[in-house]
């Protein structure tokens, strides 16, 4: 008897769907996704699916979508698929971006965190749920 495949669930909708190899990473070695973290964005999206598109720039002239934002949960998503899960056409959002210069800046807006979470928000937060 052979084992059945798990699927990851989409659970969001973009302004379009795309196979995961079709997406390129434009943001190098920026980012590191350790074991730990790896393991605990895998748990994430067994709970909750795939529940935001990843921000990509279609590059017209050569038809590429890269991704601004996302690179780590393709990361996840390929590295699932050689453990045997199905991924299915993932959600994308398309961001306009007038030359490679301007997506590299994205990438970095992206990547920012301007709102920070103190002691007393987070307790107030919880303190809901």
């Known amino acids: 008897m052979t084992k059945a495949k798990k699927e990851i669930r989409i659970t969001c909708i973009g302004s379009d769907f795309v196979d995961i190899d079709d997406l390129i990473p434009l943001q190098g070695d ?9 393991q605990k964005y895998k748990n994430s999206i067994l709970k909750h699916g795939f529940s935001e598109p990843v921000s990509v720039w279609l590059k017209e002239s050569n038809d590429a979508h890269y991704i601004l934002n996302g690179t780590q949960k393709v990361k996840t998503c390929r590295r699932m698929r050689e453990e045997g899960f ?18 590299y800046e994205k990438i970095l807006a992206f990547a920012s965190q301007y709102g920070e979470i103190s002691d007393k928000s987070f307790q107030d937060y919880c303190a809901d749920y």
């Not at 920026?30 to 790896?38: A, G, P, R």
């Open 30 to 38: 920026l980012k590191e996704l350790s074991e730990v973290n790896y």
């Open 86 to 103: 199905i991924v299915p056409l993932v959600p994308i959002n398309l961001v306009d971006c007038k030359d490679e210069n301007e997506a």
